[in-house]
């Protein structure tokens, strides 16, 4: 492993737009809902996500337990982190599809 300091990845994105006018809220009547075959099969890869994220949250927990080098630390943190906003972004995906099977 070389001794160069960690550096973030330039490709690492910020949430820019926060304005929620842009995306439908599941409480937000759809004039278009998508069809009940396309619904469940969203939310049935939308549930295994879930799993595998979960599974890449349980194994940074069981890392963060061991002893690591500050080098190492900064790298589980970003792993971390970009877990937990995926596992965010699946449970928004999941309120939206729950909101279209129910129109």
Request: charged content about 25%.
């Amino acid at each position: 492993m070389s001794s160069q300091p960690f550096k973030m990845p330039a490709a690492k994105a910020k949430e820019e737009n926060t304005d929620s006018s842009s995306t439908p809220s599941p409480e937000t009547p759809q004039a278009d809902k998508m069809p009940a075959d396309v619904n469940r099969r969203l939310r049935s890869l939308a549930h295994d996500l879930s799993n595998s994220v979960e599974t890449i949250m349980q194994a940074c927990y069981l890392l963060g337990q061991a002893p690591l080098d500050d080098t190492n630390k900064k790298w589980l943190s970003l792993v971390d982190q970009a877990a937990r906003d995926a596992a965010r972004i699946n449970r928004e995906i999941r309120e939206i599809l729950r909101g279209q099977s129910s129109v």
